[in-house]
């Protein structure tokens, strides 16, 4: 059974009105992220990724991320509308967070946008910022989404949202 979606106030969006199949769009929202005392990236040209009921993922210009973080994880996996993804370590100093990365290098010609941006997990850094604002992780440990004020839910990845 799907849930009531949250009411949208103004200048909000509801993730119930995101499509499926997911879309990917240029946004430029200023997207940050700190770990470490390190800025790991600050641009105004990512990409976002809308999926009814998931907060959005942002992707990010690889260029525009900070020298030398990144290491190739391994393993990959499939999505069935963006194609096969490779996964990226993220090394700060002595601190490694695995896994935290995750890029299509190849993505179907519906992603086309997204070839060899890089998306990550807000839980494991100190901070990711989108316009100013402290971003909450998507609940559940596979979903990547970034949840801020401007995006209402309820979204996946809470108890009882398996089938949603």
């Known amino acids: 059974m799907l849930p009531k979606p949250d009411p949208a106030g103004p200048g909000q969006e509801s993730v119930w009105d995101y499509p499926r199949p997911a879309v990917a769009q240029a946004t430029d929202a200023h997207i940050v992220i700190e770990h470490g005392g390190v800025r790991i990236v600050d641009t105004r040209n990512a990409v976002r990724v809308l999926e009814t009921s998931h907060p959005p ?16 994880a391994h393993g990959s996996s499939m999505c069935e509308w963006k194609g096969s993804a490779r996964y990226w370590d993220v090394v700060v100093g002595d601190d490694v967070l695995p896994r ?65």
């Open 57 to 72: 993922n942002y992707y990010l210009p690889p260029d525009e991320i900070a020298d030398d973080v990144l290491q190739r």
């Open 100 to 164: 935290v990365g995750w890029s299509y290098p190849n993505p179907t010609p519906d992603f086309a946008i997204l070839a060899n941006f890089i998306a990550f997990y807000a839980a494991p850094f100190d901070a990711c910022f989108v316009d100013g604002e402290k971003v909450v992780p998507q609940p559940g440990e596979f979903y990547g989404g970034w949840i801020t004020g401007k995006v209402t839910g309820p979204f996946k990845g809470v108890p009882g949202s398996r089938f949603w």
